[in-house]
C-alpha cells in the first residue's frame, strides 16, 4: 500500500495569506506573457523581419514549455513547490537580463534565446504554482481557487500592453527601413530597461518567496509510487489535449485580432486603433476568472467548463461568418469565455493523482505547445481560405474542450 506523508495537513488550515502570496506569480508571468504581443511589431522593424520570422517570438516562448515542463516536474518533484517557485523566479529574471546584451549586439537569436530562458523560468513557476494552489485548501473548490489566483494573471495580460506601448513602442520614431545603425540600436535599445525592471522585481520576489514561511506540501513517496506513470490517468491525458486545444485557440485569436478588426466588411480599423481593443479581449478574460470564482462555489467546473466552450463556439460562428458590430462583439466576447478554461481543465486534469501531481502539472504545462501550433495552422488557412473562414478552426478546439468537460475529465 502506497504510503504519503505531508510535513502539515493541507485541510482545515487557512492558506490565505500563502494565496495571496501566490497570486503575485500569476500577474507577473500573464505580464511578461503579454509583452511578446509588444514584442513582435517591434523587432519586427528594428531588424527588418519578415512576419514568419518575427513569429519566432512565439515559438520560442511556446517552445520552452515543450522541452522544459517535463524537467520541470521532475525538479518540482525533487525540491517541493516553494523551492520550485524560486528557482523558476530566478530563471526567469536571468532571461529578462539577456534582453540587455541582446539590444546591444542587435542580434535576433539573442533575443531568441533570451526568451526560451525566459519562458523556461515561467514553466518552471507554471508547474510550481498551478498544482500548489490546488493544494491549499479543500479539492471541491480546487477550481474556484485555482481561477481565482489565474484571474490577476489576467490583469497582468490585460495592464501589460499599456505598459509595452508606454516604454518600447513610444520610443519607436520614423521608419525602420531609412534609419541608419545608430538609430536602430537605439531602437533596439528601447527594451532594455523594461526587462531590466522586471528583472529585479522577479529577483526580488525569488527573495521574498525564499524567506516565507509557506506550508510544505510537497509529497514524499515511497519507492513503488514512483514506479506509477502519468500515463495511467486518462483524464490526465485528456486534460492535456484540452490544455493544448485551449492555449492554441487564446493564442491563435489573439494574435489575429488586430488583422480581423481592419477588415473593411468588419470594422475598417488601422492597426493602432484596432490594438487598443485587445484590452477588451483580455479585460474579457479578467472579469469572468472573478465571476467564476465565485460561480464555481455553487456549480459544477466542468459543467461552467462546459457552458463556456459552447459560448465560444457560438461565437466563433458570428466571428466567422458576420459582418460589421455583430463579428465585432463577437471576437471580443471570447476573452470572456476563455476566462475560466485553464485553471478549470488544470483542476479537473491533476484531480486524483496524489503524489503524482507534480509529474502531471508537468505533462500539461507541456500541452502549452499548442500556442505555437494551432496559430500557425489558422494562418496556413487564413492564406488560403480567407481570415473570417480560419475562425472555423478554434470552434473545432473549443468542440474538444467541450467533449472533456462532459466525458473526458472523470477520473
Not at 132 to 147: F, N
Not at 246 to 273: K, Q
Request: net charge positive; charged share 10%.
Amino acid at each position: 500500500m502506497n504510503t504519503l506523508t505531508q510535513q502539515a495537513p493541507v485541510k482545515n488550515q487557512n492558506y490565505r495569506f500563502s494565496l495571496i502570496s501566490l497570486t503575485s506569480l500569476f500577474f507577473m508571468w500573464g505580464f511578461i506573457t503579454c509583452l511578446n504581443d509588444i514584442l513582435i511589431p517591434h523587432l519586427k522593424g528594428v531588424f527588418s523581419l519578415t512576419y514568419a520570422q518575427a513569429m519566432l517570438i512565439q515559438f520560442c516562448f511556446f517552445g520552452a514549455y515543450f522541452i522544459v515542463s517535463l524537467p520541470a516536474g521532475v525538479l518540482v518533484k525533487k525540491v517541493g513547490y516553494k523551492k520550485g517557485i524560486v528557482i523558476g523566479l530566478t530563471v526567469a529574471s536571468i532571461g529578462c537580463l539577456l534582453f540587455y546584451p541582446a539590444a546591444q549586439t542587435q542580434v535576433y537569436g539573442w533575443f531568441l534565446g533570451a526568451l526560451f530562458v525566459l519562458a523556461s523560468g515561467i514553466t518552471v513557476l507554471q508547474v510550481s504554482a498551478n498544482p500548489y494552489v490546488t493544494e491549499l485548501g479543500d479539492k471541491e473548490t480546487a477550481a474556484s481557487r485555482l481561477t481565482m489566483t489565474q484571474a490577476f494573471n489576467s490583469l497582468g495580460t490585460t495592464i501589460a500592453p499599456y505598459f509595452g506601448g508606454l516604454l518600447i513602442l513610444s520610443a519607436v520614431a520614423g521608419d525602420f527601413s531609412n534609419m541608419n545603425e545608430a538609430q536602430r540600436l537605439a531602437q533596439a535599445q528601447s527594451v532594455q530597461m523594461p526587462y531590466v525592471l522586471l528583472a529585479a522585481m522577479l529577483l526580488i520576489l525569488a527573495a521574498i518567496f525564499s524567506a516565507l514561511k509557506l506550508p510544505d506540501v510537497s509529497l514524499k513517496n515511497e519507492d513503488d509510487i514512483q514506479q506509477v506513470s502519468v500515463m495511467q490517468y486518462p483524464h490526465l491525458l485528456l486534460g492535456a489535449g484540452a490544455i493544448f486545444m485551449y492555449v492554441g485557440a487564446e493564442v491563435a485569436i489573439g494574435s489575429l485580432m488586430v488583422n480581423f478588426l481592419g477588415e473593411s466588411n468588419i470594422a475598417g480599423l488601422v492597426e493602432h486603433e484596432a490594438a487598443k481593443y485587445i484590452t477588451y479581449y483580455w479585460g474579457g478574460a479578467l472579469v469572468g476568472r472573478f465571476l467564476g470564482a465565485l460561480i464555481m462555489q455553487k456549480i459544477a467546473a466542468n459543467k461552467a467548463l462546459a457552458f463556456n466552450a459552447i459560448s465560444a463556439m457560438v461565437l466563433l460562428l458570428a466571428v466567422s461568418f458576420g459582418q460589421g458590430n455583430l463579428a465585432m462583439i463577437a471576437i471580443l466576447s471570447l476573452g470572456l469565455c476563455n476566462s475560466i478554461m485553464f485553471p478549470t481543465i488544470f483542476s479537473l486534469a491533476v484531480n486524483g493523482l496524489g503524489a503524482m501531481k507534480s509529474k502531471g502539472a508537468g505533462l500539461l504545462c507541456l500541452a502549452i505547445v499548442g500556442g505555437a501550433l494551432v496559430p500557425l495552422l489558422q494562418g496556413f488557412i487564413a492564406d488560403n481560405l480567407g481570415l473570417q473562414l480560419s475562425f472555423l478552426l478554434p470552434i473545432i478546439c473549443y468542440g474538444y474542450i467541450l467533449h472533456y468537460a462532459l466525458k473526458g475529465f472523470r477520473a
